[in-house]
């Protein structure tokens, strides 16, 4: 993997060249500074990208409404990054008695945005799945516990693929969770900048996002 830092993409994502195609980058985390390096990146590459950062959390607000700012922006391209951490929240608020069906649950909100996606838009979605950690309350056992965060977050990586492979030709999955297994959970992910920051990924890990 070339390496390349998040302050040389920053220099980079200044330039004035005209993007050739627009992404917009949307999640339920703070993505501005991810923004920025795919703008670098781009035209480090040279194929310069005209990249909106849409607001923070704003994923539903945004793909239901048929008038909003992302659509007006006609992207080629939407960037979906929802997060793991905060698909645990919404995990634990849950009753203990509905967890074995929160994979389901998600799966069909977020297809629910997929397909208000295909109505208004042309763009492809490319959407990240979601890394793991460590379950620090079943561990290992965690694995073949329905009712445990680490069971569902795999049910739902696997689900949305299917979904994506079946049903949803605009849609491409992205391996976050390969590229988190690459360099390691520590230099992927702090508690500290998430609870910060709100970023799910750390400022030097984007570049190889």
Request: one cysteine or more; aromatic letters at 12%.
């Amino acid at each position: 993997m070339e390496k390349v830092s998040y302050n040389e993409l920053r220099k980079l994502a200044r330039s004035d060249a005209e993007g050739k195609k627009k992404i917009a980058v949307i999640g339920d985390c703070a993505t501005q500074q991810f923004a920025t390096a795919i703008r670098g990146e781009s035209i480090r590459r040279e194929y310069p990208l005209t990249v909106m950062d849409c607001d923070y959390d704003q994923m539903e607000a945004q793909l239901l409404d048929a008038e909003s700012k992302v659509y007006a922006f006609q992207p080629d391209y939407i960037l979906l990054f929802a997060s793991a951490e905060k698909l645990k929240k919404r995990f634990y608020d849950q009753p203990v008695a509905e967890r074995e069906a929160f994979a389901e649950q998600e799966s069909q909100r977020f297809q629910m945005l997929w397909q208000a996606v295909s109505r208004h838009s042309n763009a492809k979605i490319l959407m990240f799945d979601f890394p793991e950690e460590e379950d620090a309350v079943f561990g290992s056992y965690g694995l073949r516990t329905k009712a445990s965060f680490s069971y569902q977050l795999r049910r739902l990586n696997m689900m949305l693929s299917e979904a994506a492979a079946e049903s949803y030709p605009m849609v491409y999955p992205l391996a976050l969770s390969a590229l988190q297994a690459v360099i390691g959970r520590s230099a992927f992910f702090e508690n500290r900048t998430w609870y910060l920051a709100k970023m799910a990924v750390c400022t030097d890990a984007l570049p190889a996002v």
